[in-house]
C-alpha cells in the first residue's frame, strides 16, 4: 500500500472527524467484522472454494478490512511497512522453505 493510499484513508477519517471513535479495541472490533463479512461471501459455498462471481463482493470487503487496518496501525502509532517487514522476518524463521514448502501445517508441526 502506497504513502498516499494511506493519507487518503487517513484524510477521509480526518474530514469527518472521526478519530475521536477510532480507539484501538472499537478499530479491533471493526477488523474482526468487516473479515466476518468477507468471510459471507463464500458461506454456504460447499466445495465452491474459488472467487469466480463473487469478486466485487470480495473487492469491497477486502478493502473495508484494508482500509480498518490503516486505521488501526494509525490509532496504535504503527508503521504498516515495519511491522510487515517484522512480520516475514518471523515467518520466515518459523516456516523455513526447507521445512515447509508445500506444506500447510503449523510451524510446531514441521
Given at each position: 500500500?502506497?504513502?498516499?493510499?494511506?493519507k487518503?484513508?487517513?484524510?477521509?477519517?480526518?474530514?469527518?472527524?472521526?478519530?475521536?471513535?477510532?480507539?484501538?479495541?472499537?478499530?479491533?472490533?471493526?477488523?474482526?467484522?468487516?473479515?466476518?463479512?468477507?468471510?459471507?461471501?463464500?458461506?454456504?459455498?460447499?466445495?465452491?472454494?474459488?472467487?469466480?462471481?463473487?469478486?466485487?463482493?470480495?473487492?469491497?470487503?477486502?478493502?473495508?478490512?484494508?482500509?480498518?487496518?490503516?486505521?488501526?496501525?494509525?490509532?496504535?502509532?504503527?508503521?504498516?511497512?515495519?511491522?510487515?517487514?517484522?512480520?516475514?522476518?518471523?515467518?520466515?524463521?518459523?516456516?523455513?522453505?526447507?521445512?515447509?514448502?508445500?506444506k500447510?501445517?503449523?510451524?510446531?508441526?514441521?
Amino acid at each position: 500500500m502506497t504513502e498516499e493510499t494511506i493519507k487518503q484513508i487517513l484524510k477521509f477519517r480526518d474530514d469527518r472527524d472521526w478519530k475521536q471513535f477510532h480507539n484501538p479495541k472499537d478499530l479491533a472490533i471493526s477488523i474482526s467484522l468487516e473479515a466476518a463479512e468477507l468471510l459471507e461471501v463464500f458461506q454456504w459455498s460447499g466445495t465452491d472454494v474459488s472467487n469466480e462471481g463473487k469478486q466485487e463482493r470480495i473487492k469491497e470487503e477486502l478493502a473495508d478490512v484494508l482500509n480498518y487496518c490503516v486505521l488501526m496501525a494509525d490509532a496504535c502509532g504503527l508503521d504498516i511497512d515495519e511491522i510487515v517487514q517484522e512480520k516475514i522476518k518471523v515467518n520466515n524463521e518459523k516456516y523455513p522453505v526447507s521445512k515447509a514448502k508445500g506444506k500447510k501445517e503449523k510451524y510446531n508441526k514441521l
